[in-house]
């Protein structure tokens, strides 16, 4: 985040941020208040106003710009920003909600070309065919979306990004082990997440503010599912190898307490599981340490159990990126 001084005071900040998340809250002791999510390109930070008056404070919609003027502290070992003034931003701020939205260092389009591409090696033609019949049929979407509303890949193409570097994974395990089909698991991995674009609603900016009401019955994974065979049926791919293709997508959670429908039972499909849990958590670790000074501590993280992470200071760069592709390409 970036956070400009207010005058000679250390203590205090004015900063412009995106809305990511905004909801009215009552404290434990009935006073109501304003929890929010703020962030820009280089991260975001948890925020609250304790000064909100019902029916007189505005309330921001999401994935919108607003300044806002407080102190920067930390709670439970996190920092947090204490609002003490809030407004949405105005033309004369001269700020643009494209200009603080995190997005891929590659296009878009290169990745989804690149995706697309892979079909053509397959030597399993029908999946080769339904591969490129679902990534047609939802292109625009595809070329838009965050894998995430918050957590990992939450940025505009993060979805594909998330996507092509679990198949460059996949192909890494394919090379290593002659027993995986390797047009299977990276058909599974180009399709995995397929679901999260009926799962979550993003703007034109490519930013995902909520859940659909789909998405929170169904859920990506059966959504994915779905969204594959009514591509299959309309193209003729085989029964066979369209069931196998819709348990990867269904069980590619591990577990059911984390969402699988059913636990993976073939290793092309174990082998997606861990392999997504893998891009993510390396994802997650590199955000969480990128802005922490080498031999320091990040803030705890609840989805690693509230462990702190350390930064041994090794990495040169601890951005969350992936090299997907070599220089010359």
């Known amino acids: 985040m970036k956070y400009i001084p207010v005058g000679q005071r250390q203590d205090t ?72 003034h809030i407004r949405a931003a105005v ?61 990992h890949h939450a940025m505009q193409g993060g979805l594909l990004y ?29 399709l995995h997440d397929l679901g999260k674009i009926v799962e979550m609603d993003a703007n034109e900016l490519g930013l995902a503010g909520q859940y659909t009401t789909e998405g929170n019955l169904l859920g ?13 049926k309309e193209i003729g791919t085989p029964e066979d190898t369209l069931m196998l293709l819709e348990h990867m997508l269904i069980s590619h959670h591990g577990k059911p307490e984390y969402g699988a429908a059913v636990p993976p039972k073939f290793l092309e499909a174990v082998i997606l599981a861990k392999l997504d849990d893998l891009d993510a958590t390396i994802y997650e670790i590199c955000d969480a340490t990128a802005g922490v000074e080498a031999g ?16 041994h200071g090794r990495a040169q760069d601890l951005r969350p990126s992936a090299k997907l592709f070599e220089p010359e390409d």
Not at 15 to 28: N, P
Not at 52 to 81: D, H, S
Not at 126 to 151: G, S
Not at 296 to 311: C, G, I, M, P, T
Request: hydrophobic share 45%; charged share 25%.
């Open 13 to 84: 900040y004015d900063l412009f941020a995106l809305v990511k998340r905004i909801e009215v809250k009552t404290s434990a002791k009935g006073q109501k208040y304003m929890d929010l999510t703020l962030g820009d390109k280089d991260g975001d930070v948890d925020a609250k106003f304790w000064d909100y008056e019902e029916g007189v404070t505005p309330l921001f919609e999401v994935n919108t710009i607003v300044k806002v003027r407080g102190q920067l502290q930390e709670y439970r070992g996190a920092p947090q920003f204490r609002v003490s």
């Open 91 to 151: 033309p004369s701020d001269d700020v643009r909600p494209e200009d603080y939205i995190a997005a891929s260092e590659y296009s878009p389009e290169l990745m989804y070309d690149t995706l697309v591409g892979l079909a053509d090696g397959f030597r399993d033609r029908d999946l080769a065919a339904l591969l490129k019949a679902v990534y047609e049929k939802y292109r625009q979407e595809l070329c838009l979306y965050p894998a995430a509303v918050r957590m």
């Open 162 to 190: 998330h996507t092509l570097s679990l198949v460059r994974l996949c192909q890494q395990v394919a090379a290593l082990y002659p027993a995986v089909d390797e047009d299977l698991l990276v058909a599974g991995a180009a």
């Open 220 to 232: 990506h994974l059966v959504v994915g599912a779905m969204m594959v065979r009514e591509v299959a």
């Open 296 to 311: 320091e501590f990040s803030a705890r993280l609840w989805n690693f159990d509230n462990v702190r992470l350390y930064n």
